[in-house]
């Protein structure tokens, strides 16, 4: 069955104070791990689609990596306006692990 | 603007009451489909379609039915709602690439009393 797990659940850091959010995933057949970013009562915001083991994207002050168990989102000297709730999801259909809540504090 | 709008936006109801919520995107995607996000268990697909007549179920069809008429739109239906179905619903669309990103809708809460 396919699984995806995020931690940790809640994070909260100093502004300026860099971090990784793990999600680690089991799927028959990866056809792209997708990061999404969630503000309070809103939509999923599409971020990131890594195709395979070994790439990496970025985008401001994030960055995803994917390896064959597990995709990192790392971001550097995070701003409050990064706060948000962090998602990573497997297949087309969107099978999403909970979700990692970022709280980035002035 | 490409966008996935849904409505209502919020709806109370009541038990058995039928409700529609319509989405609609204007990307001409061929892909559409409906989650729901509950606290604790995170988002989970109910039902999606793959183009016009094409439907199938998600992880959590029960109590749902979906119709697909017209590319645009994908409307979802709960024809005897029950409190369990309180949530948080969000529509998405995207291209028929496995690879393409799903853009969501802004939500529709529905609290089912």
């Known amino acids: 069955e396919d699984q995806v797990t995020q931690s940790p659940e809640a994070l909260r850091l100093q502004e300026g104070e860099s971090s990784s959010l793990n999600c680690s995933y089991t799927v028959s057949g990866l056809r792209g791990l997708f990061w999404y970013r969630q503000d309070p009562g809103k939509g999923p915001e599409f971020l990131f689609t890594?195709?395979?083991a070994g790439e990496e994207k970025e985008k401001e002050r994030l960055k995803a990596t994917l390896t064959k168990k597990e995709s990192f989102l790392h971001i550097t000297a995070p701003k409050p306006e990064d706060s948000a709730t962090y998602l990573c999801a497997v297949r087309s259909e969107l099978i999403f692990g909970t979700g990692t809540l970022l709280a980035v504090q002035p | 603007e490409a966008q996935v709008t849904q409505n209502p936006r919020y709806l109370i109801t009541v038990t058995g009451k039928k409700l529609t919520v319509t989405c609609s995107q204007n990307m001409n995607h061929e892909y559409m489909s409906w989650y729901r996000q509950d606290p604790g268990l995170g988002l989970r697909q109910i039902y999606y379609?793959?183009?016009?007549?094409?439907?199938d179920k998600g992880d959590v069809p029960e109590g749902y039915k979906v119709s697909r008429k017209e590319k645009r739109n994908f409307p979802l239906i709960l024809e005897s709602p029950s409190p369990n179905q309180t949530s948080l619903y969000f529509c998405a669309s995207k291209g028929s690439s496995s690879y393409n990103e799903q853009f969501f809708g802004p939500g529709t809460r529905l609290t089912v009393l």
């Open positions: 379609s793959m183009n016009v007549e094409v439907t």
């Open positions: 890594l195709y395979s």
